[in-house]
């Protein structure tokens, strides 16, 4: 972990002061992995596309190629001479994330049907089981929609970390692990959070792959 944390903080030095909990944060979602758990992410606007930036580097390969074990390759093989050899080969093992952002239909139902606040409380009741992890990204720390899905994750036994801007908004209170990193502006809060999780998602990915 130390050599990816050096290179984030030799490029983004003021974000040193975050190391003990960016190095939390990976170690989180390690054991939740190593538990058979797995990782929820939202946001909005920017952040909502984070969401989503988050799950594609830890459901396929980000650093590494992390290709399929030998024996789920020969089982795959074996099934199909002609559909097998290519998914065999090519396909990466993942590490379970799912960007509560991306379901439009299912968002829309939520908000049409039940409350727009509680579009991703709602998937935490669905997706979470105890021990998993929500990640909830927000520049304020007072997206209620966030709020609202981290107190749903604590009383079902979830972990939660919070990306945010310098204060951490009312999240600061409710959150197992917040990341706060030095802004207030919504775009220069962004602007930080991505190399933040692409540290966290190096180092969760070395936990597990060598190649």
Do not use: W
């Amino acid at each position: 972990m130390s050599h990816i944390l050096n290179q984030l903080f030799g490029r983004y030095n003021k974000l040193r002061f975050l190391e003990p909990e960016i190095k939390k944060a990976a170690e989180m979602i390690i054991n939740c992995y190593k538990s058979g758990g797995k990782l929820l992410i939202c946001g909005n606007g920017g952040s909502s596309s984070d969401s989503g930036h988050i799950a594609g580097e830890l459901m396929k390969g980000f650093k590494k190629k992390r290709p399929l074990d030998a024996a789920l390759q020969e089982k795959i093989k074996s099934l199909s001479r002609e559909y097998g050899e290519m998914p065999a080969k090519m396909l990466q093992q993942g590490l379970p994330s799912i960007s509560l952002s991306a379901h439009t239909d299912l968002l829309t139902a939520i908000l049409n049907d039940i409350h727009g606040d509680l579009i991703y409380a709602q998937q935490v009741t669905g997706y979470g089981k105890e021990g998993d992890i929500l990640m909830g990204l927000s520049s304020s720390g007072n997206s209620k929609d966030i709020l609202y899905a981290v107190i749903v994750a604590k009383a079902m036994g979830l972990k939660t970390i919070g990306l945010t801007g310098a204060s951490g908004g009312k999240m600061k209170t409710q959150l197992d692990i917040l990341i706060n990193v030095p802004e207030t502006a919504t775009d220069l809060v962004q602007e930080y959070h991505l190399p933040v999780y692409h540290a966290i998602c190096e180092m969760v990915e070395e936990a597990f792959f060598s190649i």
